[in-house]
């Protein structure tokens, strides 16, 4: 199969009706803080094990269409021995695979950052493809403050999530945007729009300028909400009105699928407020999940490290899928929460 036919066929499995991409790509120190939430120690074995029971998830495949991975999993095998990538597609979900090497300060702007990795990600995406991994992510973040992000910070973000992009798509490998604008801070929900939209702006004009095919990429965005310590939260209603007003103003039609983080919402809002926006008019592309905590906080504290609640977990993590499955069709209501479907 040609680059173009690879990266087509991986974008129809992953947009499919009614279902959604599962973020488990939780860097080390991330999932340390998870384990931590719930007593368990983050060893190597307990990741595996917690990682297993993700992808033995009976029926995953019912609502998530793609899983996206950590580098020390797409290296891990389950108890009897098969690799975890491999697990996945045998569930009839794509393993991909989180590229970036983390965050840090940008220089000359204070208060912004900048993600590392692009250095040698030619190589490192040979050997994640030779693992099965057939999708990439990469997150750059933007802080909401007074004097932040500033114009630099927005360029020199779009500028590299473009570069990163054109270089999955020239190894066949489809590339997930991800330009998260943090929900940290007071600002109210304009103040979110406003800088969401000059991100989102400023990431298409260099992906453009970068050349990279919008039919063959995903891109990860954040809802636009108020900060996490503004007085008043909104509800799904205007978070989807502000949301797709501010996506319709600056994502091609070209782009065939949104798939939104989490951020820091809880389970249940993050799937009213992705219902809320596909009972709006039909829009250019679908509007999906990507979530990370949204999907795995009730799966995880549900386990708890015991081997003996591993099913539980499962039907909280499948659970959870299958209301974010709703949601993608418009078809949600929180009732369905302890109906348990
Ligand atoms: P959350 O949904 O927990 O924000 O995680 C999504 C993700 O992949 C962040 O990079």
Same mark, same amino acid.
């Given at each position: 199969m040609n680059t173009q036919d690879q990266l087509q066929a991986t974008i129809e499995l992953l947009v499919q009706k009614g279902k959604g991409i599962l973020a488990a790509d939780e860097s080390s120190p991330t999932i340390a803080k998870r384990f931590d939430a719930i007593g368990v120690e983050s060893t190597e074995e307990q990741r595996r094990r917690y990682r297993s029971l993700i992808l033995e998830t009976?029926?995953?495949?019912d609502y998530i269409s793609g899983i996206i991975l950590f580098e020390e999993t797409l290296g891990q095998q389950t108890?009897?021995?098969?690799p975890l990538p491999e697990l996945a597609s045998r569930q009839g979900v794509v393993p991909g695979i989180k590229v970036d090497k983390g965050k840090g300060s940008l220089a000359n702007a204070p208060g912004d950052e900048i993600t590392r990795g692009l250095d040698g990600l030619e190589q490192r995406l040979e050997g994640y493809q030779a693992q099965g991994a057939r999708f990439a992510k990469w997150r750059n973040v933007y802080h909401i403050s007074d004097?932040?992000?500033?114009r630099l910070a927005v360029e020199a973000n779009a500028e590299m999530l473009a570069r990163y992009a054109a270089i999955c798509q020239a190894q066949g490998i489809v590339p997930i945007v991800e330009p998260e604008v943090l929900?940290?801070?007071?600002?109210d929900i304009e103040r979110c729009a406003e800088v969401s939209e000059a991100v989102l702006h400023e990431l298409f004009h260099a992906l453009h300028r970068h050349r990279v095919v919008l039919e063959h990429a995903l891109l990860k965005p954040n809802m636009v909400?108020? @900060? #996490?310590?503004?007085a008043n939260r909104a509800d799904p209603d205007e978070v989807a009105q502000q949301t797709v007003r501010i996506l319709r103003r600056t994502v091609?039609?070209?782009?065939p699928s949104i798939n939104f983080l989490s951020?820091?919402?809880s389970p249940e809002e993050a799937t009213a407020n992705l219902n809320a926006m596909n009972c709006l008019a039909p829009q250019p592309w679908e509007l999906s999940f990507s979530y990370g905590r949204a999907l795995q906080q009730p799966a995880l504290q549900a386990w708890g @490290? #015991?081997?003996?609640?591993v099913a539980a977990a499962q039907a909280a993590l499948y659970q959870r899928a299958q209301l974010n499955g709703a949601a993608r069709r418009g078809e949600?209501?929180?009732?369905?929460e302890s109906a348990g479907s």
């Open positions: 009976p029926n995953l495949s108890d009897d021995g098969t004097r932040t992000p500033s929900m940290d801070g007071e600002h909400t108020p @900060g #996490k310590a503004h091609p039609a070209a782009l951020g820091g919402q @490290g #015991k081997p003996e609640q949600y209501v929180s009732s369905m």
